[in-house]
């Protein structure tokens, strides 16, 4: 599975960014998807994650109520919308993928797209 991210760029606080990982495999719809993050000199950390079906959703407690993940499991894409952006989400974001369910920690994740930097002016 290779993954694509895109859509990071230069927002002010308070706006929002839709990020989109693009997949070229054929079996998308076997993988559940994580995003994370790393902003400068701190570790990798989770932000959303969604079932394969994209029935079920789970995320940090600082992004519910202002981040949705979802997919398109036509299109091979899973979406990562954020709102109400602050300073502190600056960081590269990251989509990942592994198979059947997903997970919180990164490591259970088997395939990573190249990240896509997310920056948030005060």
């Known amino acids: 599975v290779q993954l694509q991210a895109s859509g990071g760029g230069l927002v002010q606080a308070g706006g929002s960014l839709r990020l989109s990982c693009a997949s070229s495999g054929r079996t998308f719809s076997g993988y559940a998807l994580g995003w994370f993050r790393r902003a400068p000199g701190k570790e990798r950390e989770f932000v959303a994650a969604i079932s394969r079906s994209g029935g079920r959703t789970y995320y940090r407690d600082s992004m519910k109520g202002r981040f949705t993940i979802s997919r398109d499991n036509a299109k091979n894409t899973v979406y990562l919308q954020m709102n109400e952006l602050k300073p502190e989400d600056t960081a590269v974001y990251y989509c990942?993928?592994?198979?059947?369910?997903?997970?919180?920690?990164?490591?259970?994740?088997?395939?990573w797209g190249q990240g896509t930097q997310v920056t948030v002016s005060s």
């Open positions: 990942a993928a592994r198979l059947y369910t997903y997970d919180v920690v990164s490591e259970a994740y088997d395939y």
